[in-house]
């Protein structure tokens, strides 16, 4: 019913108008659920038909079928002493902000040292509270990220895109079970079937520590353990990218890469200042 509604209305194929707006009739259908649509009641057109471009939009998206799992691997290990506060503010709004857009997702998150602690296991969002932690022990990275994969391969649903995001301040020091060609082949795997990988590390080889775990250096990025609350703002962007076209953007790391040039920028203007001071 609502395709026969955007019918009517096109221009040339392309523009749905409504008044004196008007809408991109692909943009508008890309991810619908055909099968939901095709429910839509007489009433509900007509109320389609009476509605402004924002009532529209809504209705559209209620209808889309792209359903995200984020899955969080973060590092809290004893040299992430410090950044702990940041990282729970970063978390929260990064959470707020899921609500605030889209409250149907699910949000994975582990905590690991040389162990791995399950804080939200596929957990709604709208039921995700925040996020405390106290930072100790060393890095089992790659047993906690496999861990977590691999249970989240068996429960999400076939439909959902997934965002797995790795936040670190070093390599992998104390994993027992898996090494770093297991955790490739992992992670290989699960991008041949669609899953998103980022890799946000404050060490200077975030990049090619990224790569040797077989995540694309575009999906890896150094951070600034003083401006941690920029990782969740890319984040944002990156679940706004798969939510809207399925992919990541290139520029997806831009508030981190802005907040660590800042900081170093900060940084290098002190020394200058102190060494005239000599």
Known sequence: IIMGFFNNKKDN?????????????????SGLDIDNIGMLSGSDLGDLKNSNEAELDAAIKSFSKRQVDVMFVFDRSGSCAGTELDMMRGFNNFIKHEKDERNEDFITVSLFDHENKVVYDR??????????????????LYDSLCENLKSLQRKKDDNTEVIVVIMTDGADNSSHEYDIDKTRGLISGLKRQGWNFIFLGAMDYAKDYAAELGIDEKYAEIYSPEAV???????????????????????????VVEARLQIEGRKDSHVKRLGRRK
Not at 231 to 255: C, L, T, Y
């Open 13 to 29: 194929g392309k523009e749905v108008a409504k008044g004196n707006s008007s809408f991109d009739l692909e943009a508008l259908t």
């Open 123 to 140: 957990t709604p969002v709208k039921r995700v509270k925040g996020l405390e932690y106290q930072v100790r022990g060393n890095t089992a």
């Open 229 to 255: 609350d920029a990782n969740f703002k890319a984040i944002e962007r990156v679940a706004d990218d798969v939510h809207g076209s399925g992919k990541v953007s290139e520029d997806w790391a831009e508030p």
